[in-house]
């Protein structure tokens, strides 16, 4: 289908130009006062038109694929003058060869004809051949727009495949990075909660299992539910909370429908919630997580704020690779319909995220 549609438009272009190069020139006519029909206007010069067709789709098809775009401009302009003189000047020949004959079969025509478009002084054939060479070389050139336009069109349809086919090989790389460090560490935590709470053992591996079911099953196409995504993330976090201490408070809120059927990108908000995890918490100081969801008039808002610790000159997490990723699929998914602000306090002890979606 989408060739179809770049054939259809490829249609439509030359339909475009060719009733502009055609059409323009009898309007001039008109408007000069000559009331010549249509019809006779176009068997009349229909040869001239036949040599426009001519220069017009050997640049299309020929000159400008092998010579202009693959940087061989000499032999472009090389071979246009050659080929745009010459079909002027066999236009010419061809032209006194019909008059001669007009003027043997039908003389008092042919006179008049003459006496109204040509003056008594004629130049010399070759400033003719120069002087009429020009439109030639305007329709070379609209040729060349033409033919540089469309592949334009075809290099920024490749461009746009090849971003989608990156950015879903990230989101597969996003889906894997939840293995197997992720499922072994939570498996770990949920085996030393079996000998001594047994029940919060058995929600760890119901949550587990949510979250598990959604990276494998729920989350194959290009977009989820916001109510399957919600799922997700409080799997996460509730799994997340087994590996805390007391020394770290988490806080949640979900201000939206929790069966919103509304339509958004699988994990666009994962790498945010495992970044408040993965940095905001100190071993030995107090600290804190902040998330907060919210839908409101066709805007989904993520905020999420968590407590900053000065990291050792060894540690290089938080490098910013993860929030890359975000961003690009944020403009691959969402262009010109998301606004997201992130950073730390001027204290520097807090470092906040507020992402909003336009869905609508």
């Known amino acids: 289908m989408p060739e179809l549609k ?20 009898y309007l001039m006519l008109i408007r000069g006062g000559f009331n010549t029909p249509f019809t006779s206007y176009l068997l009349s010069g229909g040869f001239w038109m036949g040599v426009w067709a001519l220069v017009f789709y050997m640049n299309y098809l020929w000159l400008v694929p092998h010579y202009y775009l693959k940087h ?5 302009i090389l071979l246009n003058l050659v080929i745009i003189l010459g079909l002027t000047f066999c236009y010419h ?43 030639l070389f305007i329709i070379a050139i609209i040729a060349t727009v033409v033919r540089m336009s469309e592949e334009w069109r075809k290099s920024e349809t490749s461009r746009k495949e090849a971003e989608k086919a990156l950015a ?23 085996y030393a909660l079996i000998a001594f709470d047994t029940d919060k ?19 194959k ?6 109510s399957k995504e919600m799922e997700f993330i409080k799997s996460y976090i509730e799994l ?41 918490i100190s071993p030995t100081e107090p600290s804190f997580i902040k998330i907060r969801f919210s839908e409101v008039q ?16 060894y540690d290089k997490s938080g490098s910013g690779i993860g929030l890359e990723q975000v961003k690009k699929r944020l403009e691959l998914s969402y262009p010109g319909r998301y606004s997201w602000n992130y950073g730390l306090s001027n204290d520097g002890t807090m470092y906040s995220s507020s992402l909003e979606i336009q869905t609508i």
């Open 298 to 313: 066709g805007a989904i808002r993520c905020l999420i704020q968590n407590s900053n610790h000065r990291k050792v000159g």
């Open 201 to 219: 053992a058995q929600e760890s591996v119901q949550e587990l299992s949510k979250l598990l079911r959604h990276v494998l099953y729920e989350d």
């Open 168 to 190: 879903e090989a990230e989101l597969q790389n996003l889906r894997s990075q939840l293995n197997p460090h992720f499922l072994l560490n939570t498996l770990n935590n949920i």
């Open 221 to 226: 196409e290009q977009f989820t539910t916001l």
């Open 93 to 135: 020949l061809w032209g006194e060869h019909m008059f001669r004959y007009f003027m043997e079969r039908f003389p008092e025509q042919a006179m008049e004809y003459e006496g109204r478009f040509f003056p008594e002084y004629r130049p010399p054939i070759w400033v003719e051949v120069i002087r009429d060479s020009f439109p």
């Open 72 to 76: 061989k401009a000499q032999w472009y």
């Open 240 to 280: 997340m909370r087994i590996r805390l201490s007391s020394n770290v408070t988490v806080d949640t809120e979900y201000d939206l429908d929790p069966n919103s059927q509304t339509p958004i990108a699988p994990l666009i908000f994962i790498s945010l919630v495992e970044n408040a995890f993965k940095h905001g």
């Open 6 to 25: 770049t054939n259809n438009k490829k249609w439509i272009t030359h339909i475009v130009v060719w009733g502009i190069m055609i059409g323009f020139p």
